[in-house]
């Protein structure tokens, strides 16, 4: 019998071989596009929100956070450990000022306003 998902496998082995930092980056991220604003979103299992940082710097947006391994002898573990950072290039007009994030549920949101100058900003998480 013919596997219908040997070509699907097949795809996705070269998304991985082709763009390794989609399988290997640490979290994961979703980016979205209205009209006015990117939506990002970042899955932070297991983080709190004063373990995660959102900074932008000159044209630069950077999430950083701390992945706490659980106490105790571990027999198999999958979860990250320790500190990773995701770092995004921002197009020229973004309203820096203005970017809210929030922290839900394990998932990190920010709203990215189209509009002015990048500046440098520290981004507080509500």
């Not at 956070?65 to 198999?76: I, N, P, R, S, T």
Request: glycine residues 6%; neutral net charge; proline residues 3%.
């Amino acid at each position: 019998m013919h596997n219908l998902y040997k070509p699907f496998d097949r795809f996705l082995q070269s998304v991985e071989r082709d763009f390794p930092a989609a399988s290997s980056a640490g979290f994961r991220v979703n980016i979205k596009e209205s009209e006015a604003h990117y939506h990002l979103s970042a899955d932070l299992p297991g983080v709190t929100k004063k373990d995660v940082s959102v900074n932008v710097e000159n044209g630069v947006l950077s999430i950083s956070a701390l992945f706490k391994q659980e106490e105790g002898d571990m027999l198999h573990s999958e979860r990250l450990n320790g500190s990773y950072e995701r770092t995004f290039r921002l197009s020229d007009k973004i309203a820096a000022e203005s970017i809210e994030a929030a922290m839900k549920d394990g998932v990190l949101t920010l709203t990215i306003p189209k509009g002015e100058r990048i500046i440098k900003r520290q981004i507080a998480i509500n």
